[in-house]
């Protein structure tokens, strides 16, 4: 018996940190996605290999551990996300555990809540049950709260469903856009890994330095994600461009840029871009630039500092293979 599940990265195009405090955000899935491998083996082991990431080890749900094989204590933190899905949806079998990883870790794209959803899916499956959408959504949501301490669904909703998705805690709502605007966004990385459940927590902890300025700022980034949706629905390639300026610079206020962050967001602006900021959780990880008709121009401008690539929207989720 084998059992495969594919689920995509993500990229906040507006929104991220405050998604965590209720606000709006707008993100897409994008065409980089974790492929998780499930077969039965003889004992009652579950081994798990990552050669991406040059990881392996045991996972030992009755002692809620991760036993490493080879890879670093750094790249342990995949596998925890692992652990915590199986133990949501376990029934008692071994398995071995084959992941492949196109999403880049730590960069902002979603590899923790790709893995956690195609985890989720491909061992349900495995194990004889349907998981629907809903409720591979809500488990994998429930994994990067208790791994991260704070998260919003926004990472895991983007993995599950794919598409664009305008997401409202606040309405409760999770809006797929139909979007006629096209969509060029360039990627740049830095390998230098933003920590996701610390930058959360400095943001927290910046509000209850500066409660009235920092809720004005959250307050700003709803409104811009509320234009950026009409923007997007109207076509309006330019003000969408601003409005993703306008971001960064209010992500730069929460505190969660770095310098060389900086320097790629107006590289890729001087390149041509339209619009560019830090996406997902930032201190270190990746920017992108949205580049109608340029980009190659970004592309190469970016690849000056680390590496850039194109990231394509996918309008597929979770997928059984
Ligand atoms: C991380 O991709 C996005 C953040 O808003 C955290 C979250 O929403 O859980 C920084």
Redesign the pocket.
């Known amino acids: 018996m084998q059992v495969t599940a594919s689920a995509p990265g993500k990229i906040?195009l507006f929104g991220?940190?405050a998604?965590?405090y209720g606000k709006p955000a707008i993100a897409v899935a994008v065409d980089r996605r974790a492929y998780v491998t499930v077969q039965n083996r003889e004992d009652e082991q579950i081994y798990v290999e990552v050669p991406d990431l040059e990881v392996s080890g045991y996972l030992n749900l009755e002692e809620n551990e991760v036993k490493l094989e080879t890879g670093d204590k750094t790249k342990k933190g995949i596998l925890i996300y692992m652990l915590k899905s199986i133990e949501r949806i376990h029934a008692g079998s071994g398995m071995n555990i084959h992941v492949d990883l196109n999403v880049p870790i730590g960069a902002?794209l979603?590899s923790s809540a790709a893995i956690t959803v195609a985890t989720i899916a491909a061992v349900s499956k495995f194990n004889g049950k349907n998981l629907s959408l809903e409720e591979t959504a809500r488990k994998a949501h429930e994994v990067?709260l208790e791994v991260?301490g704070?998260?919003?669904p926004?990472?895991t909703t983007l993995s599950t469903y794919g598409g664009i998705i305008y997401l409202s805690k606040n309405a409760d709502a999770l809006v797929p856009l139909e979007v006629n605007m096209e969509m060029p966004l360039v990627v740049g990385y830095t390998s230098k890994r933003g920590n996701?459940g610390e930058?959360?927590e400095s943001v927290r902890k910046r509000r209850e330095n500066y409660p009235d300025a920092l809720n004005l700022i959250l307050d700003s980034v709803e409104a811009l994600t509320n234009n950026a949706k009409e923007a997007i629905l109207q076509n309006d390639e330019k003000r969408f461009g601003e409005l993703m300026n306008i971001n960064h610079g209010l992500l730069d206020a929460m505190g969660v840029n770095t310098a060389e962050l900086s320097r790629m967001v107006y590289a890729a602006r001087e390149a041509g871009a339209k619009g560019s900021k830090i996406t997902?959780?930032g201190g270190g990880g990746s920017i992108i630039a949205y580049c109608p008709g340029k980009t190659e121009e970004v592309m190469e401008e970016l690849n000056t500092f680390e590496k850039a690539f194109n990231a394509n929207v996918s309008e597929e989720g979770v997928k059984i293979h």
């Open positions: 906040i991220e940190h998604v965590v902002g979603g990067e991260q704070a998260a919003s926004i990472d996701t930058l959360v997902g959780a």
